[in-house]
Nanobody
Framework: QVQLVESGGGLVQAGGSLRLSCAAS????????MGWFRQAPGKEREFVAA????????NYADSVKGRFTISRDNPKNMVYLQMNSLKPEDTAVYYC?????????????????WGQGTQVTVSS
């Protein structure tokens, strides 16, 4: 069992930065791949970024590549999403998720545990 709690969301102007954090409970955190997803009003939940168990492999949606960076700190049971050069279209609720199988990292249904989400609003 893994419990996830996101933090760090807020209101920021376009071009600004935010750092999202995800705190995980459980002794087996390092055995899970981790992902960030987002969901804007009226839209489906979409993949943002993922990182494998050791942090040696990362993947990003094309829309955030070069602006967002995912990282993890296994001893601290933490995952981060550094978001730079934010755009109004990045406005959404951002969710942290854990998956046993990294091969399904792009698909929400492949994740086993989810956090409650944190709101990110980017003003123009």
């Amino acid at each position: 069992q893994v419990q996830l709690v996101e933090s760090g969301g807020g209101l920021v102007q376009a071009g600004g930065s935010l750092r999202l954090s995800c705190a995980a409970s459980g002794r087996t955190f390092s055995s899970y791949a981790m992902g960030w997803f987002r969901q804007a009003p009226g839209k489906e939940r979409e993949f943002v970024a993922a990182i494998n168990w050791y942090g040696s492999s990362t993947n990003y949606a094309d829309s955030v590549k070069g602006r967002f960076t995912i990282s993890r700190d296994n001893p601290k049971n933490m995952v981060y999403l550094q978001m730079n050069s934010l755009k109004p279209e990045d406005t959404a609720v951002y969710y942290c998720a854990a998956a046993r199988d990294y091969s399904g990292r792009y698909y929400p249904l492949k994740y086993d545990y989810w956090g409650q989400g944190t709101q990110v609003t980017v003003s123009s």
